[in-house]
Nanobody, 123 residues
Framework: QVQLVESGGGLVQAGGSLRLSCAAS????????MGWFRQAPGKDREFVAA????????YYKDSVKGRFTISRDNAKNTVYLQMNSLKPEDTAVYYC????????????????WGQGTQVTVSS
């Protein structure tokens, strides 16, 4: 059974940085795509970034390009989301998700999810 555990959330001032981690376990993840999604209060969950576990190809939501970087450490089975130049509108619960075959921006195409970690950016 795939298990995903996020960590690294917290409270930060606008312009600051945070690094989220997603520790994956339960199987070999070669061939998997790992995604980060977020859900702000009163809003739908939205795609943020995704990465191929095999070759590191990365995909980003337009509004985070140049500020966020997704990466993975195959030896540690961990995916990271480095978030720089944070804005109050980045405030949300951030979720790690996993799927096979190809990257996707659609949350319903990811069968495996973590419990989420809160990111709060103060102005």
């Amino acid at each position: 059974q795939v298990q995903l555990v996020e960590s690294g959330g917290g409270l930060v001032q606008a312009g600051g940085s945070l690094r989220l981690s997603c520790a994956a376990s339960g199987r070999t993840f070669s061939g998997y795509f790992m995604g980060w999604f977020r859900q702000a209060p009163g809003k739908d969950r939205e795609f943020v970034a995704a990465i191929s576990w095999s070759d590191g190809s990365a995909y980003y939501k337009d509004s985070v390009k140049g500020r966020f970087t997704i990466s993975r450490d195959n030896a540690k089975n961990t995916v990271y989301l480095q978030m720089n130049s944070l804005k109050p509108e980045d405030t949300a619960v951030y979720y790690c998700a996993a799927r096979t075959y190809r990257a996707s921006v659609k949350e319903y195409e990811y069968p495996y999810w973590g419990q989420g970690t809160q990111v709060t950016v103060s102005s």
